[in-house]
């Protein structure tokens, strides 16, 4: 990866960091929304990226955030979890068609897959992470509940960034 391109992910994990520290985690949803759009970066890192790199960028982050929204290692564990998954979901071909193939980029083609892929991994991160938050079987019907509608609000949030800053391909 070149320099620019570096530095326009770092500017994407420092804008979706200060997003979720300033507006997301002080507006008062509700108990039942509580959306989290630090797994966008992850979601977004380009496929050329080798696993082991991967898996350490997403922990960085994922203790990063732990320390200063105080979650506690929920982060570090749900995004090691999507960075994980991430990597079967992703073609195996050295250059995937981006019309037909989800090609992780800051340039994104929205189709089909794509969006599957975002819904997919986005409700995976929040069940994960919320299933370690309240940490109890006799909730499970809320965690359910609380992960299907954060998932869906941060899925709106991602949308709205995909809209104004990374400036979407539609197929």
């Known amino acids: 990866m070149n ?13 979706l960091f200060l997003f979720q520290l300033t507006v997301l985690n002080n507006i008062d949803l509700g108990p039942y929304f509580k959306p989290q759009i630090l797994v966008l970066f992850v979601l977004l890192l380009p496929k050329e990226i080798t696993f082991s790199y991967l898996l350490l ?3 960085a982050l994922g203790l990063f955030s732990d320390i ?8 570090a564990s749900s995004l090691l979890l999507i960075a ?6 992703l073609p195996k071909e050295v250059n995937p068609r981006p019309e037909f193939n989800v090609v992780p980029s800051l340039r994104v083609v929205l189709n089909q897959k794509w969006l599957a892929y975002i819904l997919l991994l986005n ?29 869906l609000l941060s899925i709106f949030f991602q949308w709205i960034i995909f809209k104004l800053f990374l400036k979407p391909k539609l197929y």
């Open 3 to 15: 320099a620019k391109l570096v530095f326009n992910y770092f500017l994407l994990f420092i804008g």
């Open 57 to 59: 960028l997403s922990f």
């Open 123 to 151: 409700f995976i991160y929040h069940f994960n992470f919320f299933i370690l938050d309240y940490f109890s079987f006799r909730l499970f019907f809320k965690i359910i509940v609380v992960s299907v509608l954060s998932c």
């Open 68 to 75: 200063l929204l105080n979650t506690n290692g929920l982060n």
């Open 84 to 89: 994980f998954i991430r990597r079967f979901w």
